[in-house]
């Protein structure tokens, strides 16, 4: 089966600062038409990353489309040209002021396919070092720990309420309980 | 710490079949002002339905904003009013034929919280009957089967390139692991 929705017509809506919106009417494979909203974004990373201590570091910070605060591992926009791994060194240590010495990869995951094309790289690693923390200066963040069984907790009640940050989580307790 | 982002002047930039597009200028906590891209949706729920063989049920479909096909729990969009456990019990049945006699909840997260209010509810199911499929005039999905082995694979493999998909595999994985 072709599932191709090729592009008729498309429409630029915005071309703002992290992202584009686009529609497009497309050909669908039964031969009708349809409209498809596209939101163009260049793509994210996160880290999981645990200090010698063995606690996971968060960051909360507020989300304006929520219009609230949000516990989530630390992420950030792919600068133009940048690769993913240095993306997420880079964003590590600016929000947590922590370097990696390396990092291994969970996955490359969209959000929300529906709507955008927007991939986040998550990585984990428990080989980090004191670095030097450095903050946007649109940027508020507040460092949070959490121990092994805080993660536990967390997902066992359904507190987290971000998809990468659920999934670094859930990565945790896996390699956790392999190794017991 | 306060780190709320009030408004000062909000545009509408687009409004949409499934996304309204704003743009805020909002006060920073530290007296500046920052430019806040916004895309909201009506929010969305997903099922990971085990059958009586012990089978994940996935459809395959064509992402426009991707321009690819991706593999997927089956997942839909809120309708208005409608609850997220009926919204979930719907999108299973429609787009798999199988009807969900109750449902477990995984979590509910936002898969692009940078720029997006999209909140998707997850749930989890073995007790599931036959039921009437029934798709979108727009929706053409194809489904496939994945056992526990194969779940385990994806994961270890970094084949899953879909948030919700990953977290309800990585569920399945904890769930199996606890229960040996």
Known sequence: ??????????????????IDVEKHLVSLPNGETALREVVKHN????????????????VKQFRKPLEHT??????????????????AMR??????????????HIGDVYGTPGFSNELISIYFTDDI?????NLDEDEFVEPILYSLSDIENAVKNRE?????????????LLVYNHSK
Chains 1, 2 share one sequence.
């Open 160 to 172: 987290i309420n971000d998809a990468k940050t659920l999934i670094a989580f859930q990565h945790a």
């Open 43 to 58: 793509g994210a990373v996160a880290v999981c990353a645990v200090t010698p201590e063995g606690k996971v570091i968060l």
């Open 91 to 104: 964003e590590l240590e600016e929000e947590t002021g922590y370097r990696a010495r390396s990092l291994q």
């Open 70 to 87: 949000l516990v989530e591992i630390p992420a950030g926009k792919l600068e133009p040209g940048e690769d993913r791994v240095s993306a």
């Open 1 to 18: 089966m072709n599932f191709e929705e090729k592009t008729i017509e498309k429409e630029s809506i915005y071309q703002g600062r992290i």
């Open 129 to 133: 070092e004191k670095g030097e923390m």
